[in-house]
């Protein structure tokens, strides 16, 4: 087992910038792939990126290339992303996740945080 918790969340206005991160606790941290999802009020949850298990590897969905990166630390059991430029339509609740490898996919991810809020203003 995997726990994640994800912190950092918060209001800022657009333009602006936030910091999340996910702490890890359980088992090894740097087996897994760490993917970044989100899901705005009355929509599906949508993918956001995701970091390979060396911090080697990343990707973006196109609607945050570019403004956000995803970094992690293995030996602090983290793993963040940090959000720049931020837009009203980022407003969601955010989630991390741990998977045995990297995936576009929020069902091959099996672990899951609580999520956080970031609500961005116009």
């Known amino acids: 087992q995997v726990q994640l918790a994800e912190s950092g969340g918060g209001l800022v206005q657009a333009g602006g910038s936030l910091r999340l991160s996910c702490a890890a606790s359980?088992?090894?941290?740097?087996?897994?792939?760490v993917g970044w999802f989100r899901q705005a009020a009355g929509k599906e949850r949508e993918f956001v990126g995701y970091?390979?298990?060396?911090?080697?590897?990343?990707y973006y969905a196109d609607s945050v290339k570019g403004r956000f990166a995803i970094s992690r630390n293995n030996a602090k059991n983290t793993a963040h992303l940090q959000m720049n430029s931020l837009k009203p339509e980022d407003t969601a609740v955010y989630y991390c996740?741990?998977?045995?490898?990297?995936?576009?996919?929020?069902?091959?991810?099996?672990?899951w945080g609580q999520g956080t809020q970031v609500t961005v203003s116009s």
């Open positions: 996740a741990a998977a045995a490898g990297v995936s576009l996919r929020s069902y091959q991810y099996s672990y």
């Open positions: 359980g088992r090894t941290f740097s087996n897994y792939a």
């Open positions: 970091i390979n298990w060396s911090g080697g590897s990343t």
